[in-house]
């Protein structure tokens, strides 16, 4: 690398946190890791420590996505989430990539094509998030109808998405009770893969019984999302007020866990470029929005918002000691720092000492778009067993 600023990704860590929620949640047949937007930022080279840690299915957002994941890996299958224009029908079937049917408009017109080979599709089920799905029980049954009478098109899974927890709120329960009526008239034990939840349903609710697959995303890189025992006052105050909630709105049980013992395996690093010596009422960065009260020292770090990381993270650590953003810029951050730090010393972005949760809050934002963005201008270095190796994607 020609800077010293990148994301260190530990696949030994993916691939126990794979086999920590396989322990822990065993009753699945599918476990299907969702490895969008470059496996959430870590890289899709990943994708054989997850496979090697028990997932067997793969999920993407695009074909592109699925093409760039067929290059490390030809044999898991790949589901594409969003739908793929018929035109690349063959690109699929050439790369082993399940198709998305979420309307019966598209299935008939994949039924018009004269196909050579078999096509694998999962139909998308609308049961309440209204993004993409069927909504309408005599569409769905009479998609069933067509694919019935095309042997080149095989009903591979049915699958629909939550959009909340289910916690406390009514949703996750209309939404599976909307799943129901939906494929009332569908034998699902012979339909082969049939899949809800994603990693919130996963650690919230217990399976489902005509449930086989689950959607795994952030939770296979060390981030849960549950909502974990309080036993402090205000705790106790909130657990209260959730079980009246759950019995006036007669909301289905759920439980609240902590012992899953996963890890983030996602680090971000840079480096000191320079130290400059500020002087008392001299300001600092654009807009001179940071001004000196006293002499300081201001250390450059070669990271800025063009590789997803601006002064809303507050501070970085170098040497185990916490220093404050003062300034951002496009290519660079301004740190105000002490004599200890010298050019050339190490910076964790976040890490070991700043975590995920903690620099997610200090952005405003969750945990799902920090990971998201750090940009692939910045090289990811992957850690499995004791060899390292860098990639830019």
Do not use: W
Not at 137 to 146: R, T
Not at 262 to 268: E, S, V, Y
Not at 278 to 300: P, R, T, W
Request: glycine share 6%; proline share 2%; charged share 30%.
């Amino acid at each position: 690398m020609y800077r010293k600023t990148y994301v260190e990704i530990d696949e030994n860590i993916l691939k126990k946190n794979i086999e920590e929620i396989k322990k822990t949640y065993d009753n699945y047949e599918y476990y299907i890791g969702v490895v969008k937007n470059n496996a959430y930022g870590h890289g899709i080279k990943v994708i054989n420590s997850l496979i090697e840690g028990g997932i067997n299915y793969l999920a993407v957002s695009s074909l592109e996505e699925a093409i760039e994941a067929r290059k490390y890996n030809r044999e898991i299958p790949i589901l594409c989430l969003e739908v793929i224009d018929l035109e690349y029908i063959y690109d699929c079937i050439n790369n082993n990539v399940t198709l998305t049917v979420e309307s019966l408009d598209y299935l008939e017109e994949l039924n018009k094509m004269k196909l050579d080979y078999e096509v694998k599709i999962h139909l998308k089920l609308n049961t309440g998030m209204n993004r993409l799905g069927i909504n309408n029980k005599k569409e769905v049954n009479k998609c069933v109808e067509i694919i019935d009478k095309n042997k080149k098109i095989v009903l591979e899974g049915i699958y629909t998405h939550l959009a909340t927890s289910g916690i406390s709120d009514k949703y996750y329960d209309e939404q599976i009770n909307k799943f129901k009526e939906l494929t009332n008239d569908i034998d699902l034990s012979k339909v082969p893969i049939v899949h809800l939840g994603r990693s919130l349903t996963l650690v919230n609710h217990d399976k489902l019984p005509f449930v086989n697959g689950i959607r795994l995303g952030i939770i296979m890189f060390g981030f849960s999302q549950s909502i974990k025992p309080d036993n402090s006052f205000k705790g106790k105050i909130r657990e209260l007020r959730r079980k009246r909630l759950i019995k006036k709105l007669n909301i289905s049980s759920s439980h609240l866990t902590n012992d899953l013992k996963i890890k983030t395996a996602f680090t971000l690093y840079s480096t000191v470029m320079t130290i400059k010596k500020v002087k008392q009422s001299e300001f600092v960065g654009y807009g001179a929005l940071y001004f000196a009260d006293k002499d300081i020292n201001v250390a450059i770090i070669p990271i800025g918002y063009a590789d997803g990381v601006t002064k809303n993270y507050k501070y970085v650590y170098i040497h185990g000691r916490k220093y404050n953003i003062v300034a951002d810029s496009m290519d660079m951050l301004m740190v105000c720092v002490d004599g200890r730090v010298r050019t050339g010393d190490k910076v964790e972005i976040f890490g070991d000492n700043i975590s995920i949760k903690e620099a997610s809050k200090n952005n405003g934002i969750n945990s799902y778009k920090l990971f998201n963005m750090i940009t692939t201008r910045v090289p990811r270095v992957h850690i499995k067993d004791k060899e390292k190796v860098e990639i830019k994607y």
